[in-house]
């Protein structure tokens, strides 16, 4: 599940980097993917809701439904 995860992550990170931003993995453990978020994605007030709503929902959609991501500071 692990390289699912992250194959899923690599497909989105062109989305965010269109927008100026990046995503590194921290961690990925059992369902809980830990995420920070880097350049403009970093600071920008609506990076929960790309978590959630974004990248969180298409993890769920395509590699398990009990996954949670989370923020890293």
Do not use: F, Y
């Not at 497909?11 to 350049?39: H, N």
């Amino acid at each position: 599940m692990d390289q699912k995860i992250r194959d899923v992550l690599e497909e989105l990170r062109g989305m965010l980097q269109a927008d100026g931003g990046d995503l590194e993995v921290v961690s990925i453990e059992g369902t809980t993917v830990t995420l920070r978020l880097q350049g403009a994605c970093g600071c920008c007030p609506h990076a929960q809701m790309t978590l959630k709503n974004g990248i969180e929902r298409v993890l769920r959609e395509k590699v398990n439904p009990d996954i949670v991501v989370e923020r890293a500071e």
